[in-house]
């Protein structure tokens, strides 16, 4: 994966963050997955945008456990 990428995860309380890749710290948050991807795709379309396949990941730079939006 590019080292440019977003990331969409849930962080157990019901909200949802646009990280980029390799940072914990949000580029935005929302309360639905859907308003954290319209949002990402509306400020940086030109960043690929993954979603976590499993929950409770803390490595992204496993690929198979992502999925391209």
């Known amino acids: 994966m590019a080292n440019n990428s977003l990331f969409i995860n849930e962080k157990g309380t ?9 940072s914990t710290s949000p580029l935005h948050t929302s ?14 379309p030109d960043k690929p945008l993954h979603v976590a396949r499993v929950r409770h990941l803390s490595d992204k730079n496993k ?4 999925r391209r939006v």
């Open 14 to 22: 019901g909200v949802f963050t646009v990280e980029p890749a390799h």
């Open 63 to 66: 690929p198979d456990h992502w």
């Open 31 to 44: 309360s639905t997955q859907a308003a954290a991807i319209a949002w990402a795709k509306a400020n940086h």
